[in-house]
């Protein structure tokens, strides 16, 4: 396979995503290429297959992501690209993450925790606290005049809503903060620590959680998770402590960076944040999951022969779903590089492409952005930017570690 179309080009580089997403690559893709064979070094990455095929139409995206069958998730797990050579057995040992596990497992786990922390009833519960907390972290915030919106507002509130998800103290959750970024933050030279022991620190965090309910049973979401007499079903001890890990980013990372995308997307299109306070339109979660699109890109890898946009793709092969693209497709989006905080239908895939994989907390995730934005338009309506944000050093995730900001 020869590559005429982005010579040299690694679209899972950190280097890349630390300056931009690369936009116009994908638009170049989706015009000449949209199924293209992204080359990668045995030794700059931990796959030996050469590479991987990269997804950059939305129809395709979401029809390897809906697909009942062909595509695994467990055999190479979800992550496109692991910087430099942590080994297949460190790949194999992920399978017990929820993104990593195929049906008929991933349907039973999804299951248990679905009905015990994500169903409409138990997001609805939480609504009210978090427009307080929302309220809360702003006021708290503009006080300061200025500061790193990041860590002042956009990590808060999801940091919060975890901790009411799960049940574990407030007071944790700067640990938990910690932990997941430097988990995330190992391909970035600003994250000191070790990602594998802040992982260990996690899961023993968890582990011990889980054992102090199954000991003394509370009336919280662990207990119900990890009580065997549980009528929804329970977690083993392995598979809640992952389940936390998993959370303490999927939960944590990926809204903190829409809601900083979000701010900066407002900044760039001051119209759209003034349309938001004199509307505050509900659909504005949605675009600033478009726009932002944190987590760029996952895998899947092909468990038989097939077809998709036309070129063939072997059994072994591994695909990138490339959400980033797909949500700027002309084809499904007028308009697609314009926020429109009122756009409408907006058929995005940041959320993941639909399938057994889509993102169990969208509901809560659109929530927790919203009262944010509504919570900033009432007490910090004239917020500005005071420099550039700073993104984050990561190949899948579209990440920003400092927005410097005034409040007033």
Known sequence: MTDTVLPGVDLTSPDLYAERVPLEEFALLRRTAPVWWNAQNRQDHSFDDGGFWVLSRHADVRAVSCAREGWSAAENGSIVSFEGDIGREAIDQQR???????????????????????????????????????????????????????????????????????????????????????????????????????AAELLAYAFTMGEERRACPMDDVVTRLVQADS??????????????????????ETTRNAITHGMQAFFDHPDQWERFKEERLPMTADEVVRWATPVVSFQRTATADTVVGGQQILAGQRVGLFYASANRDSEVFVDPDRFDIGRDPNPHVGFGGGGVHFCIGANLARMEINLMFEAIAELAPDIAPLGPPKRLRMGWLSGVKELPVRYA
């Open 231 to 252: 009528p929804d079903g329970a977690l083993s001890p392995e598979e809640f402590a992952y389940f936390i890990l998993i959370l303490a980013v999927a939960g944590n």
């Open 96 to 198: 017990v993450l929820l993104l990593n596990m195929d049906p008929p497992h991933h349907t039973e786990v999804r299951g248990v925790i679905s009905k015990g922390c994500f169903t409409p009833k138990a997001i609805g519960r939480l609504e009210e606290g978090l427009r307080e907390r929302a309220h809360r972290i702003v006021a708290e915030a503009v006080v300061h005049r200025e500061g790193n919106f990041v860590t002042a507002m956009a990590a808060e509130l999801p940091l919060q809503a975890l901790a009411d998800v799960v049940g574990f103290p407030q007071e944790d959750r700067a640990r938990i903060f910690d932990w997941s970024n430097q988990m995330i933050g190992a391909t970035d030279p600003d994250f000191q620590g070790d990602p594998q022991e802040s």
